[in-house]
């Protein structure tokens, strides 16, 4: 599976522009402090709103900041948030949504009966008033709002398929053996859901990255922290776009949309290996179509 | 026969209700009053077309259902309420289905090393692997070893079902109940399984229930058959008896309609049955028929059976039916014509 996964070209590149970014987050701001001496924060009064130049690669802000140096800055920022919101959303879905499905009955209405109140919320509205309540605490805590408030999708996703392992003959086998349902879950049930997951948590990450950029962009974020989406905020805040300062607020908005396509490439890969009719003809087998196709028309041609 | 039983099921129920769209239910019927004795080193077979309700009662003894009424004994004592836990270290049941009882994600060793550390929390894993080993060439998977490691998808069928068996002995169990253990297997592996589980119960006493729908795999292996239809018992008693001399029209359909090598050329099959719809279909669960079940299919039938239920007979030597042809005076009808015939000659003379 894991080469048969690598050998898609969509999930190569998803994967690989997961793994640029990821990398990014870790160790871009180190390497543009060290290595090109770029503070994000600090102002350079010589270069004000500059275009991309020798000095400064992607330009500057309003400010006198380097935008390369903010838009590594911005990757950590947007990518802890996207993890970390991924995390507590998949965390939470698998809880609910696996338990209910696994036990059913009152588990089951109860837990159901949550993540429907969940569904149903207005989240956005919500996580307004929520995040105006906790102003200030910085990045972490905008991760924890988006997950928390996010995985209702997904706990039912995983209820139904859950529902569909827990009765079949091998869960009731192993039950009869005498295993515990803890175990039964884990060893079990589980396994069989890691591909859902695996999707969920990717949905998840771009959901958070989106969400966190949204928020930042209403003014819902840490004034001190740096992420894309602070970036196009404080871009819109000085009329970037009217000025014509595009170098300010596009890396940021190509960024975002770039993992945003990565993540639902590999997504798609992984569509496709599950269900071969979703895939695309390779380059090779067109080709061959395509010499065939020709074969025959010369042959007819030849005839006539 | 004179041993107190391991496992019984006395008079157990199950009535499932199932729930409309528009908030309306039904109850279905599943089993009524079915009791079913199991001795250590016998086989009981239960035979039945599908809807009879074999799977039900093998469920119910598996104690994945519990009885709406009656109880399940072991050891002559009554199991309700108490843990199933405890429960499935002498009762253990084999799926139909070789494909689904086996999670694909595990390999074999998984499936036997689990069922052993159950069974006994202090066993070492060194000894744990040699006890599978031992399991595994029990169910004549040799040699062993090489099997530890495969996973489902590398087995055939017939090898999953050998594996599913090993994991239900891992835990040493008194009973085993097979669920249709064969009927999804090739046909040419069939012969082999019934060998094994004859094998299981001759040489460590285990007792066995074996359901079925085909009345030639039951004469094979079982010593004892019980006929179910439309959810209840309608005879039973040693196999020979039962087969050779059904007490219960529905018996003598079964057997009839199974293939039998003795009977090819003395009467043909297309001939016996070339009229299948006047058979008829077995009857829904929900409405069953009043009085005898069988009555719409039955050639016998009479008044009586539509409206009152026939009571148990004993017909001799641990043989029973229950049809009112025993208490009216004409079983000796059921033996003096074939079931299709019967079906002929009544239609006869409902025309005339």
Not at chain 1, 294 to 301: C, I, L, Q, S
Not at chain 2, 12 to 18: A, Q, S
Request: proline content about 5%.
């Amino acid at each position: 599976m894991p080469s048969s996964l690598w050998s898609n070209p969509k999930v190569r590149f998803g994967l690989v522009v997961v793994a640029f970014f990821t990398l990014l987050a870790v160790l871009g701001p180190w390497l543009t402090a060290s290595v090109l001496g770029l503070d994000p924060r600090a102002n350079d009064i010589s270069a004000i709103a500059s275009p991309p130049s020798a000095e400064h690669w992607l330009g500057t802000t309003q400010f006198g900041q380097d935008v390369l140096a903010q838009l590594v800055a911005g990757a950590r920022g947007s990518m802890f948030v996207g993890v970390l919101a991924a995390l507590i959303g998949t965390a939470l879905a698998i809880v609910f949504g696996v338990t209910a499905g696994y036990f059913g009955g009152t588990v089951d209405n109860v837990l159901n009966f949550v993540t429907n109140l969940f569904m149903v919320m207005p989240v956005l509205p919500l996580i307004f008033i929520v995040s105006g309540y906790l102003r200030g605490t910085g990045l972490w805590m905008i991760a924890v709002i988006i997950g928390v408030f996010g995985w209702a999708g997904g706990a039912r996703t995983l209820r139904a398929q859950t529902l569909s392992v827990r009765n079949r003959d091998f869960v009731l086998g192993m039950r009869m053996l005498g295993e515990s349902h803890p175990r039964l879950i884990a060893v079990e049930v589980l396994p069989h859901l890691v591909g859902w997951i695996a999707s969920m948590f990717l949905g998840a990450l771009i959901g958070g990255i989106l969400a966190e950029a949204g928020l930042a962009f209403l003014g819902i974020s840490d004034s001190g922290a740096i992420s894309w989406g602070s970036m196009i905020q404080a871009a819109q805040s000085q009329s970037a776009v009217l000025r014509g300062l595009w170098w300010w607020f596009v890396p940021p908005g190509l960024c975002i949309a770039l993992i945003g396509t990565a993540a639902a490439m590999i997504n798609f890969g992984v569509d496709e290996l599950a269900n071969p009719k979703l895939r695309a003809g390779t380059r090779r087998v067109v080709r061959r179509t395509r010499r065939v196709e020709r074969a025959v028309a010369a042959a007819e041609g030849g005839a006539a | 026969m004179s041993t107190a039983p391991v496992l019984s099921a006395v008079d157990v129920t199950k009535h499932f209700v199932v729930r409309g769209a528009v908030g309306d239910s039904a109850v279905v019927r599943a089993v009524e009053n079915a009791s079913v004795d199991l001795h250590a080193g016998r086989i009981v077979a239960v035979v039945g077309e599908s809807g009879s309700g074999k799977t039900t009662l093998a469920r119910m003894l598996a104690r994945f259902y519990d009885p709406t009424a009656g109880e399940i004994r072991l050891d002559g004592v009554s199991v309700s309420g108490r843990p199933t836990r405890a429960y499935h270290q002498d009762v253990q049941l084999i799926f139909q289905d070789p494909f689904g009882s086996l999670n694909p994600v595990h390999r074999v060793r998984h499936n036997l090393d689990r069922a052993l550390r159950i069974h006994d929390r202090r066993m070492s894993a060194a000894e744990r692997r040699r006890r599978a080993v031992e399991l595994l060439e029990r169910v004549s998977l040799t040699p062993g070893e090489d099997f530890l490691d495969k996973f489902p998808h590398e087995l055939s069928g017939g090898q999953r079902q050998r594996v599913v068996i090993a994991r239900a002995l891992a835990v040493g169990p008194k009973v085993l109940l097979g669920d249709e253990p064969i009927s999804m297997l090739d046909v040419s592996i069939r012969l082999e399984m019934l060998n094994l589980l004859d094998r299981l119960r001759r040489e460590d006493g285990l007792a066995l229930l074996y359901i079925t729908h085909d009345i030639a795999s039951a004469r094979y292996v079982c010593d004892d058959v019980i006929v179910m239809y439309a959810g209840e018992m309608v005879e039973g008693g040693p196999k020979d008896e039962v087969i050779a001399r059904p007490a219960h029209p529905y018996t003598k359909l079964l057997v009839e309609s199974s293939p039998d090598p003795d009977r090819v050329g003395t009467v043909s099959r297309d001939e016996l049955f070339d009229d299948a719809e006047a058979l008829g279909e077995p009857p829904s669960l929900i409405e069953p028929p009043e009085g005898c079940r069988f009555h719409p299919r039955c050639p016998f039938a009479m008044e009586r059976c539509r409206s009152e239920a026939p009571p148990r007979t004993d017909v001799g030597g641990g043989h029973w039916a229950r049809c009112w042809l025993h208490q009216e005076g004409r079983a000796h009808e059921i033996g003096e014509s074939t079931f299709a015939a019967a079906l002929t000659r009544r239609d006869e003379q409902v025309r005339a």
